[in-house]
C-alpha cells in the first residue's frame, strides 16, 4: 500500500515515517512540506493513502483534499492535526477525508487508523473486481442476446424468402426497435415507427409493405406445393391472416382475380413474437 505525507512540520514527517516503516504498514513513497507541492506530488507518485496536516502555507489540508478527491477519487484521506474544533473537524471530514488524527502524534492510534484504511482500500477492491466481472458477464450476456435476436429475425425472413427484399433491412430494423424497448405495434402506428428511422416514412412503410407481400406470395406457394408443410402452417398464421394467405392461394391457382392483403401491423408483431421467442 502506498503512503504519501504532506505536512508542513519535519519532526512529524520522520516520526510517521519510524511508525509505518517499523509497524509494517506499508511503503512510503513521498512527502510534501506544503498543500500546492502535496497535490503535485499526488498526480505524479498516485498514492493510495495520503496522511495530510490540516494547516499548511499555501493550501491548507481541507481544500488540498476537496481538489484531490475530485481528481483522484480512489485516493484515501488521513487528516492530521492538533485542532480540536468540532466545527473544522466537520468540515475536513465534509471535505472527504476517512478518519482524522489528533496531534501530539500517537503511533497506537495512527497504526489503528491506517490499517483499518487499508482493509477499506482492499474491501473496496475486491468489491470492484466482482463487479467488474458481474458487468462483464452482464454485458456478454446481453451482446449475446441481441446476437440471438437478430439471428431469428434474419431466419424468420430467410424461411419466408424475402431476406433479399428491398424492404428487408427496414423490418430488421423496426423489429429489432421494437424488441429491444419492449414495445409492440400497439404502441405506434407503422408510419411512426418508420419515421424514427428516416425523414421519408411513407417509402419505407412501402418497401416494407412490398417486402412482407413477397413473403406472402412466397408461403401461398408452399401452401400449394404442401399443406402441411411447416414453414406455411407456422407463419401463415403467425405473420398473416390465414383468410388472406388463401386468398392469394387462389389468385395463384387461377380461380380468383382478387389476391391477398398484408396487415403490417400483424406482420411485425409476428416477427417480434418469433424474435423474442425463447424456444
Request: charged share 30%.
Amino acid at each position: 500500500m502506498k503512503i504519501l505525507i504532506i505536512e508542513d512540520d519535519n519532526n512529524v514527517i520522520r516520526l510517521l515515517e519510524r511508525i509505518i516503516e517499523d509497524r509494517e504498514l506499508g511503503q512510503l513513497i513521498g512527502y510534501a512540506n506544503d498543500g500546492t507541492s502535496g497535490l503535485n506530488e499526488i498526480s505524479r507518485l498516485k498514492p493510495d493513502i495520503v496522511l495530510v496536516d490540516l494547516l499548511m502555507p499555501g493550501k491548507d489540508g481541507i481544500s488540498l483534499v476537496k481538489e484531490a478527491k475530485g481528481m483522484y477519487p480512489d485516493v484515501f484521506f488521513i487528516m492530521i492535526s492538533q485542532v480540536s474544533s468540532k466545527d473544522m473537524i466537520g468540515k475536513s471530514y465534509q471535505s472527504g477525508i476517512e478518519y482524522y488524527i489528533s496531534k501530539p502524534i500517537n503511533a497506537i492510534e495512527v497504526e489503528s487508523v491506517i490499517r483499518k484504511v487499508k482493509d477499506k482500500i482492499n474491501m473496496d477492491r475486491k468489491l470492484s473486481q466482482i463487479q467488474s466481472l458481474f458487468f462483464t458477464d452482464n454485458d456478454s450476456r446481453k451482446e449475446q442476446e441481441n446476437n440471438n435476436k437478430a439471428d431469428k429475425i434474419k431466419v424468420t425472413m430467410q424461411k419466408i424468402g424475402i431476406t433479399g427484399e428491398a424492404g428487408s433491412q427496414d423490418i430488421y430494423n423496426i423489429v429489432k426497435y421494437l424488441v429491444d424497448n419492449k414495445k409492440s405495434m400497439s404502441d405506434y402506428t407503422v408510419r411512426e415507427l418508420c419515421s424514427k428511422f428516416t425523414e421519408q416514412p411513407k417509402t419505407m412503410e412501402q418497401r416494407i409493405r412490398r417486402t412482407a407481400t413477397v413473403g406472402m406470395i412466397n408461403l401461398a406457394n408452399i401452401g400449394i406445393e404442401d399443406y402441411m408443410n411447416e414453414t406455411f402452417t407456422e407463419y401463415s398464421t403467425g405473420l398473416y391472416n390465414f383468410e388472406q394467405i388463401k386468398t392469394e392461394m387462389d389468385y395463384i391457382r387461377g380461380k380468383s382475380k382478387k389476391r391477398g392483403k398484408v396487415n403490417l401491423k400483424k406482420f411485425l408483431d409476428g416477427m417480434v413474437f418469433y424474435c423474442s421467442n425463447t424456444d
